[in-house]
């Protein structure tokens, strides 16, 4: 296997690709053709001390990056277009100075990543692109210092928007756009934080029906818009709601609408049927592979069925897309729901009514993106009395959107910085 850092193999890794295009190396692995047009990584290394740390590494041409720090555990994140690594994706354990290991590959379909692993907090002190000079070739470097933890803390949350490079091309540029990984609570790159509301079903998939006759898809859409307006009126949010009005949405879209608009948060509102009358009260879910319980597995499936009902195909969509980077910011997005998710139990304790154990888990398909935090809340069960005749009143609305707003305030924290009169 060849590996990243060590230069000469991947020296030799770039001449095999050429080789291997110009005269067909037979054997040589799948699309040697489509290789070659990817700009190709040749080396990359680790130089200077705990002072400064200097990461560099040799592109065969000019690209755009994004780059950004996340804290627990400390790391520098580069976002890419798609880079030619000569097939070896992998982690190089040899540190130096600030850096205690790191590590890159194919991320996405169109997009690679560089993870830097920090000793401790720490300063981008710089970052560029060196343009290629005589037989030296385009060189991305980024400095690392030491700071303190409080100042690492406060650079991130003071972050301006990462910016392309503007002297490369377009479709480059935009390969880098989308994020990969979850926006940081209190970090959200200088602009306020973008949540999307999402009201569960609508349209043909009307949802669970109360005994009463109330629909969820109704009910719902009201306490998402109230909650929508209500988040709004702080000034510090932007707000996109999946849908205003009483039509169908698949899931995949509501994922697709999150992950485009760069959210970051995405609140799913449900008020859903279970078989037991009696149960009753508020329940927050995150999602994951095996549920915490079978009911919350069911809760799951039915709702995933909401594609099905409408006759499309029911798909997981880039949802499973390999590989470790991949991995590592699928749980760092499920750290920050679970992260929100807490905090709005929390909100909920004493003002709303909870069921036992309100804090659940399942593979709930519009929980799916990989970079935005995603919880989704059952309000109450439409199969409750109780349940169905509060959930229509305007007071126990007020109180429900109120905890909502308020475990948002809590989660990006930015309560005393930008307090609004
Ligand atoms: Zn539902």
Excluded: C
């Excluded at 006759?213 to 109230?226: F, P, R, S």
């Excluded at 037991?276 to 915490?292: E, P, W």
């Amino acid at each position: 296997m060849l590996k990243f850092g060590t230069g000469t193999r991947l020296i030799l890794a770039g001449l095999l690709a050429i080789a291997a295009n110009t005269v067909g190396f037979a054997g040589f692995p799948v699309q040697a053709q489509e290789r070659a047009a990817l700009p190709v990584a040749r080396e990359a290394r680790l130089a200077g001390d705990e002072e400064r740390t200097r990461f560099v590494m040799d592109v065969d041409r000019m690209v755009a990056f994004r780059i950004f720090a996340l804290p627990d555990p400390y790391r520098v994140v580069i976002d890419l277009p798609e880079l030619d690594f000569a097939g070896a994706d992998g982690i190089e354990n040899e540190g130096r100075g600030l850096v205690s290991a790191y590590r890159y590959g194919k991320f996405a379909p169109g997009k690679s990543r560089i993870v830097l692993d920090a000793n401790g907090p720490f300063k981008i002190d710089k970052s560029f692109v060196l343009e290629p000079v005589d037989t030296q070739p385009a060189r991305l470097v980024i400095d690392l210092v030491p700071a303190s933890h409080r100042d690492f803390i406060r650079d991130i949350a003071l972050a301006p928007a990462p910016e392309a490079d503007k002297s490369v091309p377009a479709d480059i540029a935009k390969a880098t756009e989308t994020p990969l990984m979850p926006v940081p609570p209190g970090g959200a790159a200088g602009r306020k934080p973008l949540i999307v509301v999402d009201a569960g079903h609508g349209g043909v998939d009307p949802g669970a029906k109360g005994k009463s006759g109330t629909l969820e898809k109704d009910i719902v859409l009201a306490v998402a818009k109230k909650f929508a307006e209500s988040l709004e009126l702080t000034g510090r949010y932007r707000v996109t709601m999946t849908r205003e009005d009483d039509t169908f949405v698949r899931l995949g879209d509501r994922v697709q609408i999150a992950r485009e608009a760069e959210a970051s948060l995405l609140i799913s509102i449900h008020a859903d049927a279970i078989r037991y009358a009696g149960i009753s009260g508020a329940t927050v879910y995150t999602r994951s592979d095996k549920a915490s319980d079978r009911a919350s597995q069911m809760l799951a499936d039915r709702e995933n069925r909401a594609d099905l009902i409408a006759g499309v195909d029911l798909s997981e969509e880039s949802d499973e897309v390999a590989g470790i980077l991949f991995d590592l910011a699928r749980r760092e997005t499920r750290h920050f729901s679970t992260l929100f998710g807490k905090g709005l139990v929390d909100q909920f304790r004493g003002k709303v009514k909870l069921i036992k154990n309100p804090l659940r888990s399942a593979r709930f398909h519009v929980l799916g993106a990989p970079d935005v935090p995603s919880v989704l809340v059952e309000i109450g069960y439409l199969t409750n009395e109780r349940d169905e005749k509060v959930m229509k009143s305007d007071e126990w609305r007020e109180k429900v959107v109120g905890a909502m707003v308020e475990s948002v305030n809590n989660y990006f924290g930015r309560g005393v910085a930008q307090k609004v009169n």
